[in-house]
């Protein structure tokens, strides 16, 4: 029996000018996304970055004292790889962050200082494509961000926000998940490719701690197949895919 041909993924929206990338750990936007950045940053959008933490439990051999700070510079250095230049960090502890109101709200908050109409963020499901269990920090940030672009332009959700002078923006258009089993979008990643790359390998204390693999062909190896195989449902162009909800 002949196995149905996967429905090709459409372009992603283009008429936009900001975007706010919304995630858990350092790493997770270079392991998931950042050819397309690199495609947006180049065509002159602006693209911020919000890490809900610093990414400290997650070297073994590192204590999270050092390893916060080793990451968060690797992060920094990651993200100028593409051509971003804001990174922020909202210091919720790395390995046990929790989905609830003070999640949302400090989400709702980046989002209102930086008011873009596209956010990102990663897979906020159980697993990975049914196959890998997803990690509770992903599945929190991921949740809560989605649930935070509508809580951003509610004046009477987190009203506190406003009195800091965070005015409620309304103007979040999409939300874009990267990683997902279920894409609808995707996003050409072949100007972008060589540059995630090196975003990737910016983290290299990581990579090295996770595989004995030399890390350039780690990470070429990594993102070249996940893009290549986009790609197939992408008109045969590597491809980062996004599952795409409007708002």
């Known amino acids: 029996m002949t196995e149905p041909t996967p429905a090709q993924l459409q372009p992603l929206p283009d008429d936009w000018q900001r975007a706010l990338a919304v995630v858990a750990h350092p790493d997770d936007l270079e392991y998931g996304c950042s050819a397309a950045i690199a495609a947006w940053t180049d065509a002159g959008r602006e693209v911020a970055y919000v890490l809900a933490s610093r990414g400290e439990a997650g070297i073994d051999t590192v204590d999270p004292a050092t390893c916060g700070p080793l990451r968060e510079r690797e992060q920094r250095a990651g993200a100028a790889a593409v051509g971003v230049r804001t990174v922020e960090f909202?210091?919720?502890r790395d390995g046990v962050i929790e989905y609830g109101i003070g999640l949302r709200r400090d989400i709702a908050a980046a989002i209102r200082r930086h008011r873009p109409e596209l956010v990102v963020t990663l897979n906020h499901r159980d697993t990975w494509g049914g196959v890998a269990w997803n990690t509770p920090d992903h599945v929190a940030v991921g949740r809560a961000t989605l649930d935070a672009a509508g809580d951003a332009g509610n004046r009477w959700i987190?009203?506190?926000?406003?009195e800091r002078g965070l005015?409620?923006?309304?103007?979040?258009?999409w939300v874009a998940v990267a990683g997902s089993s279920t894409p609808t979008h995707a996003v050409d990643a072949s100007a972008g490719?060589?540059?995630a790359v090196a975003s990737l390998l910016e983290h290299r204390a990581y990579i090295e701690a996770l595989t004995d693999e030399d890390p350039e062909a780690y990470a070429r190896g990594f993102l070249t197949s996940t893009a290549e195989a986009t790609g197939q449902r992408f008109g045969g162009r590597p491809a980062v895919a996004f599952e795409l909800f409007s708002r």
Request: no cysteine; hydrophobic share 40%; aromatic share 12%.
């Open 167 to 173: 005015a409620p923006w309304n103007g979040v258009r």
């Open 158 to 162: 987190f009203p506190e926000l406003t």
């Open 90 to 92: 909202l210091d919720h």
């Open 193 to 195: 490719l060589e540059r």
